[in-house]
């Protein structure tokens, strides 16, 4: 099982910068698909950006070139550097992990975790 810890979410202000952190625990991730979704009020989760344990990496279109997705298999962790925040960037980030990476593109990966505020003001 692999527990997943997101942190670094927060207020900003419209065009900073938050790296956003994604903890794992119980496995280790350097053989597992990784990804970031988000959920903003009142809206469906949507997926953000995903990295195969290959280094291969997967954005959505509305973040090519602000949002980066990147990982440390030493420190487990997996990170999503956003650039340019927007106001309607404001969601809570989620982390996923799977064994498969189209389970995490098709948003059905086999690990959450709890998610991370993020608010960006104008």
């Known amino acids: 099982q692999v527990q997943l810890v997101e942190s670094g979410g927060g207020l900003v202000q419209a065009g900073d910068s938050l790296r956003l952190s994604c903890a794992a625990s119980?496995?280790?991730?350097?053989?597992?698909?990784v990804g970031w979704f988000r959920q903003a009020p009142g809206k469906e989760r949507e997926f953000v950006a995903a990295n195969s344990w290959d280094g291969s990496t997967t954005n959505s279109e509305f973040v090519k070139g602000r949002f980066t997705i990147s990982r440390d298999n030493a420190k487990n962790t997996v990170f999503l550097q956003m650039n340019s925040l927007k106001p309607e960037d404001t969601a809570v980030y989620y982390c996923a992990a799977s064994r498969l990476l189209r389970s995490v593109v098709q948003q059905k990966p086999d690990h959450w975790g709890q998610g991370t505020q993020v608010t960006v003001s104008s």
């Open positions: 119980g496995r280790t991730i350097s053989s597992y698909a």
